[in-house]
């Protein structure tokens, strides 16, 4: 029989102990994945105890807590703290959410946390989304419109018009849809996954856009949208509550129907 291994710096070894000094009879294990690059060593797992007495009510808040009293190395990405820009999402105690709006005290017994799946680790929690980038570029998330380059006035759009972009314009880039998504995961560099196109269905969807059909030739491909098989899992982890599996849909059927 076949056997494989996984290469030897790939392994995930046991990392540091990092014992509570408080006193606090309230305290949460912490399991953080933790990898830097310029010292040549396999990742780790440190654990840490945090006095949950002292702190904040989100993962967020947790993190900041190791970084300012436990250990200044840990990397994390966030920036508004509020649900708003995106850069804190991560994978929770096996979901990928956003750690600014995500409870700790919603997770039972240890806290595990992890960069979103199957993205290169640029450091400890910060996965590389140089890929997802341009992907993004690559679907021209701006309004193309005629009119446009003539005026510096608001170009109007009815309320009915406006509504039909609702569900989507919400859309942060937080990526925990398509990291959630396997597909994505084996063809990331091909299939434009759920949070791409997601955006692209967002532009093609506007009434005030004049490049509809040029957008909908770009992406009908079988790479770049057919790998979406409908497994839901990008719907499920949307921490915004989006629905990029149904904008997918959408995009399909616009394309079946002419
Ligand atoms: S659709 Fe949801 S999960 Fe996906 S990038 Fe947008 S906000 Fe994040
Ligand atoms: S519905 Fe499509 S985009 Fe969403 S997880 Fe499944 S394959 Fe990925
Ligand atoms: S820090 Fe902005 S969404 Fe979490």
Known sequence: MVQFNLPQNSKILKGKYYKDKSG????KKVNVYRWDP?????PRIDTFEVNIKECGPKVLDILFKIKNEIDPSLTFRRSCAHGVCGSCAMNVDGVNTLSCTKSHSDISGDLNIYPLPHLKVVKDLVGDLTTLYKQYESVEPWLK????????????????DRAK???YYEC???????????SYWWNGDKYLGPAVLLQAYRWINDSRDEDKKERLKKVADELKLYRCHTIMNCTNSCPKGLNPAKAIASIKKMLATG
């Open 165 to 167: 972009l609702d569900g």
């Open 172 to 182: 942060i880039l937080c990526a925990c849809c398509s990291t959630a998504c396997p």
């Open 24 to 27: 606090s009879n309230n305290l």
């Open 38 to 42: 310029s010292i040549k060593e396999n």
């Open 145 to 160: 419109t005629k009119v446009g380059e003539k005026t510096t006035k608001e170009i109007k759009q009815s309320q009915e």
